[in-house]
């Protein structure tokens, strides 16, 4: 069966705006309607799941208020100290990666480089890397089978890792900024999160696990996948690896959109509609569950012609990150992260091959791109 949610969706966008997935929602496909629908967040609320999801569970301006929390810990100058920190962490994977035998572009490379540059952003022990990484497997795994009684195990796993990091965090600040053996609890990302306050209260505890759940375990995962979609478009169009290894910062961060736009393993975001909502020909009722779907919108032929690679032509069109209040507040994180790979595979490695008869095999729904990207390393 043809597992590839760009052929498929391709296909059905040229005859259905919308359609009804297998869990009865309703799949918006185009770029028209995907774009409107993200941006009229009145008529399409983000409150979808019954558990605490900070910030895009929320409305109105409750979504505002977190966001704002979130978004100075994500602006150019409070993440500017931790790129060289990104690059060093490249470095040293990309030189310890084992060359001339077989590894996979998505675990060894993605999810490695994903843990490791997350923990150093929020200073989490190194020690978690293991446990980080075989619960990035079990979640993989538990949402390639749509077993839902191992997500609801998985998810708590991450909320107990979660706890465990933060409980000592969430220790009153005079006592942990009393010696410099212990200050550097609030000068940390997660250190200084915990102590923020909102609306004069301190955040529950609840709602810092919701935050970082999202920092990390949201995240996690899409960055592999796109080092694994990136590491395949490097496979495939070897005549574009030499202008990627000599672009300057900007043009190589264009060039990996462009490459997430084409195909993007960050595949939808849910809404629920707070009043009936015509798309194309249907009615849809008030409290109807719809999907945005970013990877079938970002290839929509009427916005981006035939799908050739057009950076600059296509990146205010491009969707990848979302767009509206919720757009994704983390892109800059994400864009460095990827670039900083991205150039330290181009600088150190001469050669990247498809191992041999290997197979590059999709990912299922609810995720996009690529299960395992076998290759060579020279
Ligand atoms: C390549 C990696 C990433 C992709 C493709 C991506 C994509 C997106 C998209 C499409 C949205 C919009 C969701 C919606 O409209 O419902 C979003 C939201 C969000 N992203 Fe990302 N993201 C990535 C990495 C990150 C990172 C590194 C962080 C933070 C550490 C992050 C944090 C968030 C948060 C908190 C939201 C919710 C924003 C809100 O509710 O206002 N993302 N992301």
């Known amino acids: 069966m043809n597992n590839d949610i760009r052929s498929q969706t391709d296909k059905l966008r040229q005859q259905h705006d919308v359609i009804i997935s297998e869990t009865g929602d309703w799949v918006l496909l185009r770029h028209d309607d995907v774009g409107a629908a993200a941006l009229d967040d009145q008529r399409f609320s983000s409150q979808v799941s019954r558990f605490l999801q900070v910030p895009n569970g929320l409305d109105g301006a409750e979504h505002q208020r977190f966001r704002a929390l979130i978004e100075r810990y994500l602006s150019p100058e409070a993440l500017t100290p931790y790129l060289p920190v990104f690059e060093r962490i490249a470095a040293d994977l990309v030189a310890s990666l084992s060359k001339g035998s077989i590894i996979d572009a998505v675990s060894e490379i993605g999810s490695v480089f994903a843990v490791r540059a997350q923990c150093a952003w929020l200073s989490w022990p190194t020690e978690l890397e293991p446990k980080l990484l075989q619960w990035m497997r079990d979640n993989h795994q538990a949402a390639r089978n749509k077993d839902s009684a191992k997500m609801a195990q998985v998810a708590k796993d991450f909320d107990d890792i979660i706890h465990s990091i933060i409980r000592p965090d969430r220790a009153p600040a005079t006592f942990t900024t009393a010696t410099s053996a212990t200050a550097t609890k609030t000068d940390s990302v997660t250190g200084r999160l915990c102590h923020e306050r909102i609306e004069g209260r301190d955040l529950t ?170 290759v060579i390393l020279s």
């Open 205 to 374: 505890e609840a709602e810092l696990v919701s935050i970082l759940r999202n920092w990390t375990g949201g995240d996690l995962g899409p960055i592999a996948l796109c080092v694994g979609v990136i590491t395949v478009h490097l496979l495939q169009h070897p005549e574009q690896v030499r202008v990627l290894a000599s672009a300057e910062d900007s043009k190589l961060e264009a060039m990996i959109d462009e490459i997430l736009r084409i195909d993007d393993p960050f595949v939808s975001n849910r809404r629920i509609t707070t009043c009936p909502v015509r798309i194309g020909e249907h009615q849809l009722p008030s409290e109807t569950r719809v999907q945005l779907n970013w990877t079938s919108a970002n290839r929509d032929e009427s916005v981006f012609d035939s799908n050739t690679f057009a950076p600059q032509k296509h990146r205010s069109d491009s969707l990848v990150y979302g767009i509206g209040k919720y757009v994704c507040p983390g892109r800059l994180l994400a864009t460095w992260q990827l670039r900083t790979i991205t150039r330290a595979l181009l600088n150190n490695i001469s050669n990247i091959a498809l191992a041999p008869d290997a197979i590059l095999t999709r990912e299922q729904l609810p995720l996009g791109g690529y299960y395992r990207v076998p």
